[in-house]
């Protein structure tokens, strides 16, 4: 699996710099970003009730989803513990970023209501958006180009594993689901939801524990987290976080499990806020010249990543 792939070097003009809030609650917005009031097929942005051709899919979607991602095993469901050990293990492939980015194009996230493009467009719409409106975070561009390459366990080098235990909204397992969680009826056929271990507040957890030491429901997130820690990324800490828990939506939308949180996630949240306007609302049917930014992600690619990773 090695695709050959010249590295050149380009120049970029960057536009003002816009400067984060301090507070870590708040959503900076500019004039460099139009966020638009309608998705790809003429609804508002996450609605999982309109009518529409994706509707149906990404409920079921869902369904499966909620029933089969549990603490601890038990048969045809997901282990997140185990999969954590066995795909942190980092043995399936080795390539670089781009050959990553390259093999998803081939593959359409079932989860998301907004978008049915390949996820190459999402991934370029998501860094160049980024790129706009904060010119001088070169590394904020990186992490919106590469957050979803976790999406690579749907191919066969990976295990080709099912949609629900890749893609769709992240959850803590081990503690009781809470009510925001998109789709919430279907965790009730969910084993861990009357466990009693596991189904009150704090169940396995403490509180303040941090959320490294939480255990999400398995998926692209914290497979592309632990490829990018192992493989030692010089990425600052803020990206890493955006990358685990950018579909973590209960916290950074409805600010749910917050109980769980410790003074450095709370800094760390500020900017997945902001990431988190673009990964949202830069979707859309309008393509982005591959060839012309490729150059440039390129040399980011190589300032804050080895040439091959171990995957």
């Known amino acids: 699996m090695t695709i050959a792939i010249e590295q050149p070097q380009t120049e970029v003009e960057v536009e003002d710099k816009q400067i984060p809030s301090d507070d870590p ?14 998705n790809s097929f003429g609804h508002s942005f996450r609605d999982y009730d309109a009518e529409s051709e994706r509707q149906k899919t990404v409920e079921e979607f869902y369904c499966t989803n909620h029933i089969h991602q549990t603490y601890n095993f038990c048969d045809s469901v997901v282990q997140v513990k185990r999969m954590r050990e066995e795909y942190g293990k980092l043995d399936r492939a080795e390539m670089s970023i781009w050959e990553c980015i390259e093999l998803l194009n081939e593959f359409i996230d ?12 999402h991934l370029l719409q ?8 904060y010119p ?6 990186l992490t919106g ?5 976790g999406k690579v366990l749907l191919h066969p080098s990976f295990g080709q594993l099912p949609q629900w235990a890749v893609v769709g909204d992240t959850f803590p397992v081990g503690c009781a689901f809470d009510e925001c969680n998109v789709h919430h009826k279907y965790f ?3 084993p861990d939801y009357s466990n009693p271990k596991y189904n009150t ?4 957890y403490s509180e303040g524990c941090g959320l490294n030491n939480v255990l999400m429901s398995w998926g692209h997130d914290d497979y592309m987290y632990l490829v990018a820690k192992e493989n030692k990324t010089t990425l600052p800490s803020a990206a890493l976080f955006i990358i685990r828990y950018h579909s973590f939506y209960p916290l950074h939308r409805h600010g749910a499990y917050q109980y769980l949180m410790n003074d450095e996630d709370k800094e760390n949240l500020k900017w997945l806020h902001i990431f988190n306007k673009y990964d949202l609302y830069s979707k859309s049917k309008v393509r982005i ?23």
């Open 145 to 149: 180009l590469i957050h979803d390459l």
């Open 25 to 38: 609650m708040e959503l900076v917005l500019d004039g460099g970003f139009t966020v638009p009031e309608t």
């Open 289 to 311: 010249d591959v060839e012309k930014v490729k150059p440039y992600y390129l040399s980011l690619i190589e300032k804050y990543f080895p040439a091959k990773l171990k995957w």
């Open 188 to 190: 009730k056929e969910n």
């Open 126 to 133: 998501t860094a160049e958006a980024i790129r706009k409106e």
């Open 136 to 141: 001088d975070e070169d590394w904020l561009h």
């Open 110 to 121: 079932e989860s998301d209501p907004d978008l049915d493009e390949p996820q190459i467009e």
């Open 201 to 204: 507040k704090l169940g396995a």
